[in-house]
């Protein structure tokens, strides 16, 4: 069986998802990115041809763009993702986790560890072909499931280079609890974790928080969920903070990121986690907004980990700039199965393996 894989859309820049797998005849886009920015246009659809349509989670640059496919194109994404698509969208269902057949192609999901409703893809074409959407290893509400062995990997690359452990990221945060805050997050992702550690920690320190009602009522979404649709021992401190009380006035207001700017909040500090937009990067340079990353991408060595545990011979690091430092470093972690084309196909070449010590991925 011989497998095309395009990548519209997503290679080489943090840009909207998607990409075009072909084989036997069928052509199955996995995700519809829209733009990123305000004013910027998409033109991955443009005369785009296939078969049927898979939605790896709701954020904008991975579902953004399904207005701009035609409405007989079968979509298929989870329940919960299916609450963002544009009204009277149809769509049929995919599962957290399991299998289904897709215009003769078997199609696998599982946990990404990412963001409420969000799933990975195993398609069984050729030795298997694996497309991540967003993935983490590191989140406190979402498991990531460990998918099952393929040749050709398209992951998420949204953090380059960058290595550090979440541990760090707490830290980090933690020294700038110091004056009133506002964190704008997407309500179905990192809002949950970041809602979870700032309850416990502001009923430590004695520090007030209010919680946007977006975010409570996402976190009701993934209670109400299959209890292994989450990670253990959580539960307790989800209703926690769906039974306490909001302070309009709290130090802390952790906020549904619609695009709020420092002149919306003269009372307190935005503090963006996540990506920045180049209006933001301008704030941050000019000392209106501060950045601290919460992991919520895989980074670099869970990357490699993962290209090791799926045995695969040829990954493409996606949503991320492949500069030539970049590209020198990928090409130190991954080797000879480091894949920077648009278009490629699977193959069937032998696995070779990292030198890293490879992350056990979690059940």
Known sequence: ????????????????????????????????????????????????????????????????????????????????????????????????????????????????GHSLGGVWLHLAMGNG?????????????????????AATALLDGSYGSYDAPQAVCYQQLRQQLHRPLALPVPTSGRALELALWLSQLALQQGISLAIDPAIRRA??????????????????????????????????QLISDRDDTPDQWPHHHLLHTGYLTPERCAQLAAGKISAQRWNVHLRASHLVALTDQLGATQTVPLFTQLTDHELNTWS?????????????????????????????CPQ
């Open 1 to 112: 069986m011989t497998v095309n894989i395009d990548i519209l859309s997503g290679l080489g820049d943090k840009g909207p998802a998607a990409i075009v797998v072909e084989a036997n005849g069928k052509r199955l886009l996995l995700d519809a990115g829209g733009a990123l920015h305000p004013g910027d246009t998409i033109t991955w659809a443009n005369r785009l041809d296939v078969d049927a349509v898979l939605i790896s989670h709701d954020h904008i640059d991975h579902i953004g763009g399904v207005a701009h496919l035609p409405d007989d194109v079968p979509l298929y994404c989870t329940p919960l993702v299916a609450q963002a698509l544009p009204p009277s969208r149809a769509w049929r269902p995919l599962p957290e986790r399991g299998s289904l057949n897709v215009a003769g192609i078997d199609v696998t999901t599982g946990q990404a």
């Open 129 to 149: 072909v694996f497309y991540s959407g967003d993935a983490c290893f590191e989140s406190r509400v979402f498991p990531f499931d460990t998918p099952p062995k």
């Open 219 to 252: 976190l009701a979404s993934l209670l109400a969920q299959p209890v292994t649709l989450r990670r253990p021992g959580i539960d307790a401190a989800i209703a926690r903070v769906l039974t306490g009380k909001n302070d309009q006035n709290a130090t802390l």
């Open 332 to 360: 130190r972690l991954l080797g000879k199965r480091l894949c920077k084309t648009r278009r490629l196909k699977a193959d069937a070449r032998s696995a070779t393996f990292s030198p890293l010590r490879s992350f056990a």
